[in-house]
């Protein structure tokens, strides 16, 4: 096991669960039922390593033998920490609850360990869904029959506390506890909401603890939420809008807790606005007057970028010209971009805003730029959703090279008849292709026949062939023709295909290329049961094959055919 687990710690986590598979399929459960559960528990621990969720949920819930209570309930826990990670708090409740009633089959544990595990999740879970109601009713359930109050009990009752607006209630609670990285945190919350502290004042304690030694980058990202808020309280428009876009462009492994903020893309949008706004309204600016605005954000943008955003924001979003619409766009981006974290927050304000509730609705230099930043994070979907928004190329990109790029996108992204469109189009459109074009159009139908979309391939090769004028080219294309056909179990029409390769403009298919079409063709002759065609093509081939390895391969499959040929007139003869 120490040998799967060092496997899966270099990052091969799936190799590692083969080996399991390999170790644990061979055991019988009920006669080496606690060999078998040593692999379980660590075919869970991979899981989890993997952040595989959804898989280790599915694999426990399909337990049906009668496993031990004690790995039992402990896998249970398992898969519904699982659920909640995955914000399945309702699934993960109704296991819970089950595990609550169920509680006298496992009369032999220690119940009162497992039950106060059960109501803390249950919590978690109201949490979870932002019901805080209940999760302040199951929480006063709890801490009446568990009477925790250790600094994780009191960090989760502060988070419900607040969650119920009893902000003076946490102010008493963590009185003694603002020493605690996340106890200080919810401190200057509750401080915050209770008026117990001015709310620059808050501020000012949010970043200086930002700068402490002992702030971790997650609990910063918290403290950036505390600090908009203060921000936004004390009437501070820079501050805010400054705060919410870290809080915005979010951590890589930390979400904010369920319940305690309530931030969103408009939320930044909107403080764009007031913060561009209360700005125009001191310099006097016109509304409507876009030029006026847009020189103010071009002025703006090596000094103060987060007062440049927002011109720009209000420009985007209430600008009377379009053209100054559209270059508010590009300033905005391009400042965005060079702020860390910047395309998260692309992402979020434009995929998670009322203010662009479809794809269309976004700008489409917006879109372009989007595009670039789902695929670099592998979201072939979201990309492929994107490109089908846009039909034509970005200004100074080639056209041809932009729809091959939408073609293979789609492809890619399950949009397979949409993606084969595209390089439809794109054939009827040139008259030859060069080399290079060849070879990049030939990739994405390459794509489609690792995706087995092989009929789409074929009819793509066919579509094309006659636009292409090198003959090594046009033999290629019969062979790549003949791999969909055989693919397609269409033997006849593929060796069709792999000789009129081999043969193709006067070649006799004696030369290194035309060899191998012919030795395909012999395969699919003898796949569609035509043995003596197939006998007679090996026999030529080895007959001007010198090499001895090929020649080996060759003798070995003339062999297989006499057997098979005898092996059929011996059945036609009993008849």
């Not at 990670?85 to 089959?105: C, G, H, M, N, P």
């Not at 729809?403 to 492809?411: E, G, N, S, W």
Request: aromatic share 10%; charged share 25%; net charge positive.
């Amino acid at each position: 096991m120490k040998e799967v687990r060092v496997i899966a710690e270099t990052g091969a986590v799936s190799l590692a669960l083969n080996l399991v598979d390999e170790h644990q399929n061979g055991l019988t459960i009920h006669s080496e039922l606690e060999r078998w559960l040593q692999w379980e528990r660590e075919r869970i621990a991979l899981y989890q390593l993997g952040e595989r969720w959804d898989v280790l949920q599915k694999r426990i819930e399909s337990y049906q033998q009668d496993l031990p209570s004690e790995f039992y309930l402990w896998a249970k826990q398992q898969q519904v920490d699982a659920l909640l990670t995955l914000k399945q708090a309702d699934k993960a409740r109704q296991i819970l609850q089950v595990l609550v009633w169920s509680e006298a089959k496992h009369k032999s544990l220690d119940d009162k360990v497992w039950l106060s595990k059960w109501q803390k999740r249950i919590i978690k879970s109201y949490l979870i869904e932002n019901n805080a109601k209940d999760a302040l009713l199951a929480s006063q359930r709890y801490y009446q029959d568990y009477a925790g109050n250790d600094i994780d009990d009191r960090l989760l009752r502060a988070r419900i506390l607040l969650a119920n607006n009893r902000e003076d209630e946490v102010v008493a609670l963590l009185a003694k506890d603002t020493r605690h990285p996340q106890g200080g945190m919810l401190y200057l919350l509750a401080q915050l909401r209770s008026n117990a502290r001015p709310a620059q004042k808050v501020w000012q304690a949010a970043r200086r603890q930002m700068r402490g030694k002992w702030a971790s980058e997650e609990l910063k990202y918290m403290l950036w939420a505390v600090a908009a808020e203060a921000a936004k309280r004390s009437g501070d428009r820079p501050s805010a809008v400054n705060a919410l876009e870290f809080v915005l462009a979010g951590h890589k492994n930390t979400d904010l807790p369920a319940g305690l903020f309530n931030f969103s893309a408009d939320t930044l949008w909107n403080s764009y606005i007031d913060y561009a706004l209360h700005l125009g309204n001191k310099a006097q600016f016109l509304v409507g007057n876009d030029k006026q605005w847009l020189q103010a954000a071009a002025r703006a943008e090596k000094k103060y970028p987060v007062r440049a955003r927002s011109f720009y924001a209000l420009i985007m979003l209430r600008g009377q010209d379009e053209t100054m619409r559209m270059q508010a766009v590009k300033g905005f981006l391009n400042l965005m971009h060079k702020r860390k974290r910047g395309a998260e927050l692309v992402m979020k304000l434009y995929l998670k805003s009322s203010y662009y509730e479809s794809l269309p609705a976004i700008p489409k230099t917006i879109r372009f730029d989007l595009i670039d930043i789902a695929l670099s994070r592998s979201n072939i979907e979201l990309a492929s959703n994107l490109m089908a928004t846009i039909e034509s190329a970005p200004d100074g990109l080639d056209n041809y090279q932009w729809q091959l790029r939408r073609a293979r996108i789609f492809v890619l992204g399950g949009k397979v008849d949409k993606g084969s469109e595209t390089l439809k189009q794109l054939i009827e459109q040139k008259k030859v292709f060069t080399k290079k074009e060849l070879d990049q159009f030939l990739q994405v139908v390459f794509d489609l026949q690792t995706l087995t979309e092989h009929e789409h391939a074929y009819q793509l090769f066919y579509a094309i062939l006659p636009k292409i004028n090198e003959t090594a080219q046009q033999r290629e294309i019969f062979f790549w023709m003949a791999d969909s056909q055989k693919a397609q179990q269409n033997y006849l029409a593929a060796a069709t295909l792999y000789l009129r390769s081999a043969l193709h403009a006067d070649n006799n298919g004696l030369d290194p290329w035309g060899q191998t079409a012919r030795y395909q063709t012999a395969e699919m002759l003898a796949e569609a049961n035509l043995l003596k065609d197939a006998l007679v093509l090996y026999e030529k081939l080895l007959a001007t094959t010198k090499e001895p390895a090929r020649r080996a391969v060759l003798k070995h499959e003339i062999q297989k055919l006499w057997l098979l040929k005898n092996n059929s007139q011996d059945s036609n003869a009993d008849e």
